[in-house]
């Protein structure tokens, strides 16, 4: 463990709790601009600068545990203030047994080890938040100028940066006392944020954020004291060493609360009403994949155990549930929301199977997922306040009124769905980790998920790109500056990601793995071919995809430019009608409700998390 | 050598398609007491839609047909030039999508109705595909086409899988009783409607290799002995054909549900008894 | 011949349309497509939608009613085509002739290249003028883009299938 770049670590958690003071100080928005911009870079410059430095140990002095601790009493506290005016009883409960539990923590188990370790799991959570975090903090400036309370702009962007800070340090955690305290930061940013509009629908839903986040806050306590009760450590290091299985379901169990898995997908969903970079930043880039890094993270101990094989089917589980229930979806943001929380239990699927390929695939999905949906929920955001449409039924025919924006969303969500994106690697790899281990309960639901989504795609696709070349535009919509770099860098890290991705898992994946898994890579048979990649039963070749690579590129750009100058121009086929149809979309409400599927799902999620307990404990 | 029939099936394949499908509807025309175009007339079709006038509704529509053509040859490359199986079916199911998002592209209702079809035979056809490339692994122990290709006589140790490839077969060739996105008489063709001449040309390629690409999925369990092969492929076809001529078309849930009662539990049975060592 | 002259005859598919007639040469028309008469030998195939055909077999006396959108359905088959008036309403009115709601046959609204009479035209009948009509196809190309007479009265500033579709739809 070098000890060199110790400081940036530190100042990875420092400096967004800095900026975050600064916007809460400034009164000007346009200073406030300027701040976030300079900060964003400088976030992640050092984030750039941490990857190349892990990985470092850094140890503190003893008195931030004491610190740590304080602010932790003054959280819970607060959270009791606002059960009490609320009048919440599930908040007041769930906050009086976090109390009960922290001083039992405090009291009885306390260490004295302070340290920040950064190895590449870490590194990598903290780059991701580093870039698009700062990428989202920029576009939220210009998001805020439409419609919002400039005034009270300020607590919004200081809330944001002291999110980032608060993530940052739970990566670089290793007490578990730490990383509750962390993940109870991460519960108050969101319930501030999701509430941020003040009124009636978004107390209630960030009310309900708050309650269902303290379940999985419980949920590390109990791990962090059962750890300690049994095995004498409270240190996650240490824990996967001894390889007991209590703490680790409990700490899964955490995790699943806080990546909204099923059945606790509802407050995800209500996290939608919070402004467009909340659902972006948050609920769908990095705060709720803190569950899959602490399932990655002790992905190690559960590989070839029962407990493992259990988790891995509830994230299947999971991911088709949320998929077929996005079907019925009409709202653009529950749409992605619902995609969010299929995609984040493919991840936790794939720590759960925990083979050297399993995790391969995990990462990559996790980075895809993160840029991938970011650049979808900044475009949801884009056509939010330019076009005013919420709804998948706003959105028919965007691409007559705005057609950079109607090809981004396309660009976007062939991202997410089709070849040769990075999602869809990692489906593929993630489906040969299922077969070469012989999980096909998984396997089984995970097939058919990965055709939902293709649907669930391609639908959106679908009502934004229904137009007549008659009603081109004569000048597509301008869009301001901040959104288009903000989009722009999106696609162009999706575009080079996705390009060089076998250099990308050489570099950054592989030695990913090799940190989880403890060992070096050799035997998973991951080896690089030109652009393609080499498995130990399966292949893809450069040219395939180049060829995708470049139809996947072609269809926008040829879409948005090109013309067919001899072609007569007609219309429909009505029947020799003259109408004008009007068009809905399939939302198969008669089969798919989402309300009476939860109301099935919900109790067989809840099954699923019973076993994982009691994997645990036997 | 190794390289130069494959290579060479690849460049023949819109010939090999074109004999197929001319073959199909042959055999459909006898089987109705008829006579039946010439074996050649899907040629004569598709000279026929190039030279026509070309019109359009808008130009990205248009895009997409020749990317679906596009895809479709590349999952045919990939089956032929011995890549991985589970590149080939999610390659397909890609043309498939593209297909419907050209469908999606204008403001027809045929077209419209006919895009969310065909979505849904993407969710009828994939799952079962990949359930019999996790049948393969089992047995050959790679997903790699190149070794797969090697082993002989696949049928004998996966019966029940080919069954259920057999059974997924309407599905996948728009045949009834699940041909829902190209409804004759129902929606008009479906994704294809608003299509004409030049553009058209395209989409009506790619239906010839998806049959070339059917034909090898079925070659795949009869390898060894290329009479073996041969009488099997026919065989299979003449008996999708003779359902398409005597079942009459079921709604698109009917097709969904049946592929999950039917077809995945065939999978399924397969790899238990090869998994216990039965067969 | 070159090829696509021949596989412009080999491959004529058909787009049938009646325009309010009492449905016997309709029925005549698929007793054609069935497997009795067979006219799918000829490479023949019924395409329900207009962009997709050749030849545009029309019945029954145009009614006032059926006017724009034979006119529609015409302007949006792709060039080279060929129309088939099939029975004697079609021809120049048949049964309905002279009455106050007809047109007296399609060739008041759009031009015709085969005249098939009969009431109902037998199906033999009807073969033989669409193969008379695949001649006439064989020497069309793709260029000579005629409007029909009935549309330039009515928009003589419109020489665009397109603006004459629009205009339609105004309506």
Redo the contacts between chains.
């Keep these: 463990m070098m000890n060199d770049g110790a400081m940036i670590p530190i100042s990875l958690v420092l400096i967004p709790v800095l900026f975050s003071l600064l916007n809460l100080a400034i009164p000007s928005h346009k200073a406030r601009k300027i701040v976030t911009y300079i900060g964003g870079g400088v976030i992640a410059l050092l984030s750039f600068l941490l990857w190349l430095k892990t990985p470092i140990q850094v140890s503190l002095h003893p008195n931030v545990n004491s610190l740590i601790i304080l602010l932790d009493y003054a959280l819970i506290f607060y959270f009791l203030k606002e059960g009490i005016v609320y009048k919440h009883r599930t908040i007041v409960s769930l906050t009086t047994v976090q109390l009960v539990l922290l001083s039992i923590l405090v009291a009885y188990f306390h260490t004295e080890s302070t340290y920040f370790i950064v190895d590449r799991l870490s590194a990598v959570m903290a780059l991701i938040v580093g870039t698009v975090g700062s990428t989202i903090a920029v576009y939220s400036t210009r998001y805020m100028e439409e419609g919002e309370d400039l005034n009270r702009e300020n607590r919004f962007l200081s809330v944001i940066f002291l999110f980032l800070g608060a993530m940052n340090a739970l990566v670089f955690s290793d007490n578990l006392e730490w990383i509750f305290f962390f993940y109870e930061c991460t519960t108050f940013t969101s319930y501030y944020l999701i509430g941020y509009r003040r009124d009636e629908l978004s107390i209630r839903n960030s009310l309900l954020a708050l309650w269902m986040n303290q379940i999985g806050g419980i949920a590390i306590l109990l791990s962090a004291i059962s750890s300690a009760y049994i095995h004498g450590t409270i240190l996650v290091q240490e824990l996967i060493k001894t390889g007991a299985l209590l703490p680790i379901s409990l700490i899964v169990i955490g995790a699943m609360v806080k990546s909204a898995q099923v059945p606790f997908q509802s407050w995800l969903l209500g996290a939608m009403v919070a402004p467009t970079p909340v659902s972006a930043l948050l609920h769908s880039s990095t705060m709720v994949k803190i569950g899959p890094y602490l399932v990655f993270r002790v992905s190690d101990v559960m590989d070839g155990t029962t407990l493992g094989s259990v988790v891995a089917l509830a994230g299947a589980f999971t991911f088709t549930s949320a998929l077929v229930m996005a079907l019925s979806q009409i709202e653009f943001k529950r749409l992605l929301a619902y995609s969010t929380i299929a995609s984040l239990g493919a991840m936790i699927l794939c720590g759960g199977i925990g083979t050297p390929l399993a995790i391969t695939a995990g990462i990559t999905l996790l980075v895809f997922h993160a840029v991938s949906k970011a650049f979808l929920f900044l475009e949801a955001g884009i056509s939010e306040k330019e076009f005013h449409a919420k709804t998948l039924e706003e959105l028919f025919?965007l691409i007559t009124k705005g057609p950079i924006t109607a090809w981004m969303i396309?660009f976007g969500a062939i991202a997410m769905?089709?070849?040769p994106f990075g999602m869809?690697i990692g489906k593929?790899i993630l489906?040969?980790a299922a077969?070469?281990s012989?999980q096909?309960p998984t396997?089984?639901l995970l097939?058919?998920g990965?055709?939902?989504s293709?649907?669930v795609y391609?639908?959106l696709?679908?009502?934004v790109?229904?137009?007549?070349?008659?009603e081109?535009p004569r000048k597509s919509e301008s869009l301001s500056p901040t959104y288009l770099i903000t989009t722009l860098v999106c696609v162009v890290a999706i575009a080079i990601l996705t390009l060089f991705y076998t250099s990308f898992a050489n570099s950054v994946i592989e030695k990913v793995t090799e940190d989880i898994i403890h060992k070096s890579l050799i035997e998973s048979g991951i080896r690089e071919k030109g652009l393609g990649l080499i498995l130990n039963?399966?292949?893809?070749?450069s040219w395939?995809l180049l060829?995708?690579f470049s139809?996947a590129f072609?269809?926008p750009i040829?879409?948005y430019f090109?013309?067919?100058r001899?072609?007569?121009?007609?219309?429909?086929?009505?029947?020799?009608?003259?109408i004008?149809?009007n068009?809905g979309?399939?939302y198969f409400l008669d089969?798919l409700n989402d309300e009476h599927l939860s109301r099935i799902f919900n109790p067989i999620a809840s099954v699923f998390l019973l076993l994982i307990l009691l994997m645990g404990v036997l | 050598m190794d390289f130069l029939l494959p290579a060479s099936l690849l460049v023949l394949s819109p010939l090999i398609g074109g004999l197929l499908e001319g073959t199909f509807r042959k055999l459909n025309a006898r089987m109705q007491n008829r006579v039946g175009p010439p074996i050649v007339q899907p040629f004569y079709d598709l000279f026929k839609l190039l030279q026509k006038r070309p019109i359009l509704i808008n130009n990205y529509h248009v895009i997409m047909a020749y990317a679906h053509l596009v895809a479709m040859v590349i999952a045919l490359a990939t089956f032929l030039l011995g890549g991985d199986f589970l590149l080939v079916i999610f390659f397909h199911g890609m043309s498939l999508a593209l297909l419907s998002m050209g469908a999606y592209g204008v403001r027809s209702s045929y077209s419209q109705v006919g895009a969310t079809r065909e979505l849904l035979h993407i969710l009828a056809v994939e799952p079962v595909l990949i359930m019999i490339a996790a049948n393969l692994y089992l047995n050959t122990g790679t997903f790699l086409l190149s070794e797969i290709f090697n082993s002989n006589f696949l049928f004998k140790s996966m019966p029940l899988a080919f069954l259920a490839l057999v059974a997924v077969l309407p599905a996948k060739l728009k045949k009834s009783p699940f041909d829902v996105s190209e409804a004759h008489q129902e929606i008009i063709g479906g994704p294809e409607i608003e299509y004409s001449g030049p553009f058209y040309a395209p989409i009506y390629l790619a239906k010839w290799l998806e049959e070339v690409l059917s034909a090898g999925l079925i070659a795949m369990f009869f390898l060894g002995n290329p009479v073996i092969t041969l009488i099997a492929i026919s065989v299979t076809f003449t008996f999708v054909l003779a359902v398409d001529n005597s079942t009459a078309r079921l709604s698109y849930w009917d097709m969904v549900k049946y592929t999950w009662e039917i077809s995945i539990p065939l999978v399924l049975v397969n790899l238990v008894l090869n998994y216990v060592g039965v067969l | 011949m070159s090829i696509f002259a021949l596989s412009r005859v080999k491959s004529p598919w058909i787009l049938h349309y009646d325009t309010g007639g009492c449905n016997g040469c309709d029925i005549e028309i698929l007793a054609v497509l069935t497997p009795r008469y067979d006219v799918e030998r000829f490479g023949m195939i019924n395409r329900g939608n207009p962009k997709q055909a050749d030849v545009f077999l029309v019945t029954g006396p145009v009614t006032k009613r059926c006017r724009e959108r034979l006119i529609n359905l015409y302007l949006q088959v792709p060039e080279p085509k060929v129309v088939v008036a099939v029975g004697s309403c079609a021809c120049d009115g048949g049964v309905f002739r002279n009455m106050y709601n007809v047109e007296n046959g399609v060739d008041k609204v759009i031009p015709v290249d085969v005249y098939v009479p009969g009431c109902a035209a037998r199906p033999h009948q009807i073969i033989d003028g669409v193969v008379k009509a695949l001649e006439i196809l064989s020497k069309k190309t793709k260029e000579n883009i005629e409007l029909p007479e009935y549309i330039k009265e009515r928009f003589p500033s419109l020489n665009d299938r397109r603006k004459v579709l629009e205009e339609m739809r105004k309506r």
């Design positions: 025919g396309t769905a089709l070849p869809f593929w489906i040969q077969v070469i012989k096909y396997l089984f097939v058919f990965s055709a939902v293709v649907i391609m639908k696709i679908g009502r790109l229904a137009g007549r070349e008659t081109r039963a399966g292949r893809i070749d395939q060829l995708l139809l072609a269809l040829l879409g090109h013309t067919w001899k072609a007569d121009l007609v219309y429909e086929y009505t029947c020799g009608e003259p004008e149809p068009l979309a399939y089969k």
